[in-house]
């Protein structure tokens, strides 16, 4: 069997990555057009079929799921060891790449990153908003941002904002049609605006006071899948809303929302940048650790 090198490992792993032709040929200043017959030289080299491909899809193969597997971490090291030079430099360079829900980019991550970019300035990042868990290692993601307590144990978590904590919130037009809730179980008998998130799961609302938890399940004729729309569809009367207080705090005080509940309302850990534990951190990411280390936790603007 003819073997391939590591230009061709590259291209197999940038589509691998993306799924899609289009995304990796732009990553790779190329044609997509061009890529495909790259990868096709590679499968007859190999004698093997890498990918299922479809005129609207692109899916790895079992074979090309093996060879995924055992080359990214082998290419993760790779590229540790290149950027690791980078300590021989007054600063670092490259591209940080960060995935992060919606939420928590523009609660905690973007106001961090924007004063990074100021400090750094060879540094470039990228974030993409991911609402779901990913796989850090074979999305080729640097780090990621999420609430503490939903993070894996194995993870190394470094803490980017203030403690948050959740705010059940709707209309004062909705309040006029419906009662106010004093319980979390009277929200089973109220128009809520649910939650579900990428996995299909629903999210089941989430309450304490006094050591006393409380779950529920809620009902609601409309499903979104982030909390700003949920806000939205609260200011427009069609429901109660899950969120966080620092989200509406300005709505609430303006009279556009009205807060129920708020002695059932937890208060969560907050946002934290969390990557896999590695022998050597990318000097990019290193240099944004240090950086989230040296600046103090602000609360967020009221």
């Known amino acids: 069997m003819n073997q391939i090198g ?47 491909r479809t005129t609207r899809s692109v899916a790895l193969t079992e074979a090309g799921e093996r060879l995924f597997s055992r080359v990214t971490p082998a290419f993760r090291d790779i590229d540790d ?10 600063t670092p360079t490259g591209l940080l790449r960060i995935n992060a829900s919606h939420a928590a ?31 850090m290692v074979s999305e080729g993601f640097d780090a990621g941002v999420r609430l503490g307590e939903s993070l894996a144990q194995d993870m190394i978590a470094v803490r980017l904002g203030p403690a948050v904590r959740s705010a059940y919130v709707a209309s004062p037009a909705f309040f006029r049609r419906y009662p106010v ?9 109220l128009p809520c605006i649910r939650l579900r998130f990428e996995t299909g799961r629903y999210y089941h609302w989430e309450f304490e006071r006094n050591g006393i ?26 429901g109660i809303a899950f969120t966080f207080e620092s989200q509406v705090r300005q709505l609430i005080k303006q009279g556009q929302l009205v807060r129920v509940l708020e002695d059932w309302c937890p208060e969560y850990p907050g946002q934290f940048l969390y990557y ?18 040296s600046e103090p936790i602000k609360e967020f603007d009221k």
Do not use: W
């Open 181 to 189: 809730p004093t319980e979390p179980e009277h929200l089973r008998d």
């Open 276 to 293: 896999p534990s590695r022998r050597q951190l990318p000097a990019t990411l290193r240099a944004f650790v240090d950086f989230i280390k």
């Open 6 to 52: 590591y230009h061709e490992l590259g291209v197999f792993l940038t589509i691998a990555r993306h799924k899609s032709f289009r995304r990796a040929a732009d990553e790779l200043g190329c044609t997509p057009s061009a890529l495909s017959h790259a990868l096709r030289a590679i499968e007859e080299r190999l004698d093997l079929r890498l990918f299922n």
């Open 213 to 238: 938890k409380k779950t529920v399940e809620v009902a609601g004729r409309l499903i979104v899948s982030e909390q700003e729309l949920a806000i939205q569809a609260a200011l427009a009367g069609t």
């Open 81 to 90: 060891a290149l950027e690791d030079l980078d300590t021989f430099r007054d």
């Open 105 to 135: 980019t523009r609660m905690a991550l973007m106001p961090m990153v924007t004063r990074f970019l100021a400090a750094y300035p060879g540094v470039n990042v990228e974030i993409v908003i991911a609402n779901g868990l990913v796989d």
